[in-house]
């Protein structure tokens, strides 16, 4: 019985340990759910907390209204260090009516901050549907728009944004200036 008690025991904490290891593998950029916001956006674009519009198991999302081609994000991120992780996830729902291309911009070390110089930015396109929209971003083998390979080491700045980059086409076939989106459960996982 002895024996039992202890095989039993050391299952419960090899599950434990198990479990322990496989949460460690996420990270929460912000931590939307706790109250976190970015602290960086366009003069076009306001952030704020809701408590609608959330996906799965959030009690909170953090509303874009983006009134003209604008971006929020974070500069000078507390959770900077992204190279352990393959994708970025999280939920968004979208009050337009027809499906819209936003994107997930990133500048890591090489980048060069001013906006003559956007082509050494990171630059994730996709697309969002009306309502809610789960969303999974690839962060494995990423280039710049020039080519240089990125080095997700040390992440000086993050953002989404609309309609923010005119030089891509992709860009021209979304919806109107003004959108509203909602994000929640934003998480980076290996």
């Known amino acids: 019985m002895r024996k039992i008690l202890q095989g039993v025991l050391t299952v419960l904490l090899g599950l434990v340990v198990f479990a322990g290891v496989c949460e460690a593998k996420k990270m929460f950029p912000v931590n939307i759910s706790k109250g976190e916001m970015p602290n960086d956006a366009g003069s076009a674009c306001s952030m704020a907390l809701a408590e609608d519009n959330c996906g799965p198991g ?90 240089r390979k990125a080095d997700l080491k040390k992440v000086k700045q993050w953002f989404f944004s609309y309609k923010f980059f005119p030089e891509t086409t992709w860009d021209e076939k979304t919806a109107g200036n003004e959108l509203n989106v909602f994000i929640s459960n934003l998480r980076l996982e290996d």
């Open 58 to 147: 959030a009690e909170l999302s953090l509303k874009l209204a983006f009134t003209a081609p604008s971006f929020a994000g974070e500069f000078n991120p507390k959770r900077g260090s992204w190279s352990a992780y393959k994708t970025m996830k999280f939920n968004i729902f979208s009050e337009a009516d027809k499906k819209i291309t936003m994107a997930l911009g990133i500048k890591d070390d090489g980048s060069i901050s001013n906006n003559e110089q956007r082509k050494t930015w990171i630059v994730l396109p996709f697309e969002v549907k009306p309502g809610m929209n789960d969303v999974s971003v690839s962060l494995e083998d990423l280039k710049a728009q020039d080519g």
